[in-house]
């Protein structure tokens, strides 16, 4: 009885291990919405919405588009699910800790996948090209920020090992 409780617990430690993305990321990701000016109307193409600021708990692998309504004028912002720093760092641990089967299961879950942009910005001063443009460049600036702090956290936790460029 205790060789079948040994391995029923090795069992039920290594399904629980091995998808280490989706434990430690979720399914899910909050996606952060602002405008200019704030007190924005924003509707995602799978029908939630809120005014600006405001945040979406919103699964990893759903790609969508946000509208932006102010008075008449319209923003629309296309958010994609695309796999980041983050998501492949996350990942990478089931290489250690739980094989192909991790892998799958993160695959499945979406756990290595971020929303990009995130946030997800509409600029009602500009035209809609530029707004566009401005949101993306306003993305990229919150993103290597995210990569930067991630870096130096990682640098803190191993000192020694990830030597300065």
């Known amino acids: ?5 040994t391995i029923a617990a090795f069992a039920a430690s290594a399904l629980t291990l091995s998808a280490c993305a989706t434990a430690v ?3 899910s990701e909050a996606v952060s919405f602002t405008s200019q000016p704030s007190g924005v109307q924003v509707t995602t193409s ?3 919405s809120c005014t600006t600021p405001c ?3 919103i699964k990893r692998r759903q790609a969508f588009t946000a509208v932006f309504t102010h008075g008449k004028a319209k923003r629309m912002v296309n958010v994609a699910s695309k796999t980041g720093a983050e998501g492949i760092a996350a990942g ?7 094989g192909i089967i991790g892998v799958a299961v993160d695959a499945s ?4 996948l971020e929303h990009m942009p995130n946030p997800v910005h509409a600029d009602f001063s500009k035209p ?14 919150v993103i290597a920020a995210r990569a930067k702090k991630h870096q130096e ?4 936790t191993n000192p020694g090992q990830n030597p300065v460029d």
């Open 1 to 5: 009885m205790s060789r079948f409780l």
């Open 128 to 141: 809609q090209s530029a707004a566009q443009a401005n949101a993306e460049a306003h993305a990229k600036a």
């Open 153 to 156: 956290a990682k640098k803190a």
């Open 109 to 112: 879950t979406g756990a290595t």
């Open 55 to 57: 945040s979406m708990d």
């Open 46 to 48: 799978f029908g939630i």
């Open 25 to 27: 990321r979720g399914t």
């Open 92 to 98: 990478a641990g089931n290489v250690l800790a739980g």
